[in-house]
T-cell receptor, first 109, second 115 residues
C-alpha cells in the first residue's frame, strides 16, 4: 500500500523554484521521509531525506510540517536537467522503501 | 566509487521462456534489493537481502520468480516461465548496513519485454 500521495504532474519555469508537495498522513514517529528522482531510462537517484527537522543539501531543501503529515521538496533554481519523476517515499523498518507513482516535473525554458 | 552494475540492459523473450538478470552492488554494501517497475508506476520491492540472507520476499511471486545472493555479493533474479505481465524494468539497489543515512543506490535497470 502506498504511504504517500503526490500530484501526478507539475510544470516549473527554468530558473524558478520548484515546490513539490507530498502527503504522508499515516507516517509513524520513526519513519523517515526520502525523496528520489528518476530521469528517463535511469535508476532512481537519491535527493534528500529527513525525520522531523527541515533539511538542506546541495541539491534541494526538504520542509516537513510540524505534525509530519506532509512535506515539500524545494529545488531552488530549476534547470532543464531537473525534468524527471520525483518520488516521495516513507522508509519503514528494515530500510524498505514504498514508492508511489511520483510527480512528473517538467521544467519549461 | 563504482555504482551498482546490472546486466543485461535489455532483454526480449517470448512468454513461457526463462530469463535471468544479474546485479553487482556497490562494494561493501550488505543490503541488496530487487524492484520491479511497470511502465507508468513507481518501483515495487520484490526482495531484500541482508548479506546472503533474505530479509523480505513477501512481494515476490514465488511460483515463477526466484532470487539468490551467493557469498553475499552478486545477485541473480530469475523468471521461469515468463508471462506477458512481467514486462517491466527490473532495478537492483544496494545500501550499506550501518549509518543513519542508509540511502539506496540504484543501478540502471534491465528492461524486459515479454512477447
Amino acid at each position: 500500500d502506498a504511504k504517500t500521495t503526490q500530484p501526478t504532474s507539475m510544470d516549473c519555469a527554468e530558473g524558478r523554484a520548484a515546490n513539490l508537495p507530498c502527503n504522508h498522513s499515516t507516517i509513524s514517529g520513526n519513519e523517515y521521509v526520502y525523496w528520489y528522482r528518476q530521469i528517463h531510462s535511469q535508476g532512481p537517484q537519491y535527493i534528500i531525506h529527513g525525520l522531523k527537522n527541515n533539511e538542506t543539501n546541495e541539491m534541494a531543501s526538504l520542509i516537513i510540517t510540524e505534525d509530519r503529515k506532509s512535506s515539500t521538496l524545494i529545488l531552488p533554481h530549476a534547470t532543464l536537467r531537473d525534468t524527471a519523476v520525483y518520488y516521495c517515499i516513507v522508509r519503514v523498518t528494515g530500510n524498505q522503501f514504498y514508492f508511489g507513482t511520483g510527480t512528473s516535473l517538467t521544467v519549461i525554458p | 566509487e563504482a555504482g551498482v552494475a546490472q546486466s543485461p540492459r535489455y532483454k526480449i523473450i517470448e512468454k513461457r521462456q526463462s530469463v535471468a538478470f544479474w546485479c553487482n552492488p556497490i562494494s561493501g554494501h550488505a543490503t541488496l534489493y530487487w524492484y520491479q517497475q511497470i511502465l507508468g508506476q513507481g518501483p515495487k520491492l520484490l526482495i531484500q537481502f541482508q548479506n546472503n540472507g533474505v530479509v523480505d520476499d513477501s512481494q515476490l511471486p514465488k511460483d515463477r520468480f526466484s532470487a539468490e545472493r551467493l557469498k553475499g555479493v552478486d545477485s541473480t533474479l530469475k523468471i521461469q516461465p515468463a508471462k506477458l505481465e512481467d514486462s517491466a524494468v527490473y532495478l537492483c539497489a544496494s545500501s550499506s548496513l550501518s549509518g543513519v543515512r542508509a540511502e539506496q543506490f540504484f543501478g540502471p535497470g534491465t528492461r524486459l519485454t515479454v512477447l
